[in-house]
């Protein structure tokens, strides 16, 4: 919970101190919310709590209820960071610096969010729902949302300034789907190699890594093989790769992301 209130500080302090006074605008719930402001001038904490209560209220079925109760809990302290009063104006001569300094700041703010299972519901559950119906990433479904609101900030930001929330939104997409892929993410790793039982039990004494052996059949030929697969973090990759070198130089190693690792004994299964 405390990832998700940091989260969203980070957001808030971002759309208060770089979206705002550059005359910016976003995507999904909170364009709505730039729009009211800029149009009419309505707070920016009111019309985001109405408008993301709202959606909570739709949507709260699409996810498990631990993420319905972090997206509550980070709505209700998104009002109040959005509320806090703005002490400092930054006025930069070249807008495109708080464009991307935004972008770059949203973007880890929102996947830091996602990664302890919330959302600041908006563009963050269209995202999510994406993700889940089409397989699309997280990042890239909030975008596509994003970039239909952002369409009315012409006539009230301008054309320059609304290519510039373009601009903005794909910085956010970017560096989200970078802190997602590589902050707390999962790789596996999969060996082939006819040394398999002596890199499976070094890697087993020096990292107490879990791992299973599959049993295959080479297409061309025909001879048995036998293979390792592992789900590592990033940080335990780097020393996976240099020990199964070390006993195989010519091992197949293959490393790819997953998105989602779950189990109710992982060191069981593998």
């Known amino acids: 919970m405390l990832g998700v209130a940091v989260g969203v500080f980070i957001y808030s302090m971002t759309y208060n101190y770089l979206l705002l006074p550059s005359h910016l605008g976003e995507g999904g719930a909170m364009g709505i919310t730039a729009l009211l402001y800029y149009a009419f001038g309505v707070p920016s904490y009111l019309s985001n709590l109405i408008i993301n209560t709202i959606l909570i209220a739709i949507g709260y079925k699409l996810f498990e209820k631990k993420t319905t109760y972090l997206t509550i809990w980070a709505i209700a302290w998104m009002t109040v960071f959005l509320k806090i009063p703005v002490i400092y104006h930054y006025h930069p001569q070249e807008i495109i610096v708080p464009t991307l300094l935004a972008g770059a700041l949203t973007g880890i703010s929102i996947g830091l969010i996602f990664r302890y299972n919330g959302t600041i519901a908006g563009d963050t559950i269209v995202g999510k729902l994406l993700n889940y119906i089409f397989g699309l990433s997280i990042g890239t479904g909030s975008l596509l949302f994003d970039l239909i609101i952002v369409v009315p900030f012409v ?89 199964i070198e070390k006993e195989d130089k010519n091992a197949l190693i293959v490393i790819d992301n997953i998105r989602s690792a779950r189990g109710l004994d992982m060191r069981r299964i593998l």
């Open 155 to 243: 006539m009230l930001i301008g054309f320059t300034n609304t290519i510039l929330t373009v601009i903005y939104l794909y910085v956010y997409s970017i560096f989200t789907n970078q802190f997602l892929a590589n902050i707390g993410a999962k790789k596996a790793v999969l060996v082939v190699s006819p040394k398999y039982r002596e890199i499976a039990v070094t890697i087993s004494q020096e990292l107490d890594q879990e791992m299973t052996i599959f049993n295959g059949t080479g297409y061309y030929s025909d001879a048995d093989q036998h293979m390792l697969y592992m789900i590592a973090s990033p940080r335990r990759v780097m020393k996976l790769v240099p020990i």
